[in-house]
Nanobody, 117 residues
Framework: QVQLVESGGGLVQSGGSLRLSCVVS????????MGWYRQAPGKQRELVAD???????NYADSVKGRFTISRDNAKATVYLQMNSLKPEDTAVYYC???????????WGQGTQVTVSS
């Protein structure tokens, strides 16, 4: 069974930065396309960034130029570097394997990111 463990969230002021990590176990990580999703209160979960096994990346327009997704296959970990954070980035952030734009596995606990104005 695939396990996803997110960490690195916190409270930060507008304009600040955070780096999220997601450790993945139970699958051959290096061949999986991975993504970071977020869910704000009262809103649907959305895909904000994804990275293929070949390290090609894609970003939602709302985070393009501010967020960077990366991966370390040796550590089975996917990262999300978030810069120039805005209050509208406040959400619980989750990682998952991505096929198309769909998440494949059961969700982990997520990590809360709160950006104060």
């Amino acid at each position: 069974q695939v396990q996803l463990v997110e960490s690195g969230g916190g409270l930060v002021q507008s304009g600040g930065s955070l780096r999220l990590s997601c450790v993945v176990s139970g699958t051959l990580f290096s061949i999986r396309d991975m993504g970071w999703y977020r869910q704000a209160p009262g809103k649907q979960r959305e895909l904000v960034a994804d990275i293929t096994s070949g390290r090609r990346t894609n970003y939602a327009d709302s985070v393009k130029g501010r967020f960077t997704i990366s991966r370390d296959n040796a550590k089975a970990t996917v990262y999300l570097q978030m810069n120039s954070l805005k209050p509208e980035d406040t959400a619980v952030y989750y990682c998952n394997e991505v096929v198309g734009r769909a998440a494949i596995h059961s969700w982990g606990q997520g990590t809360q990111v709160t950006v104060s104005s």
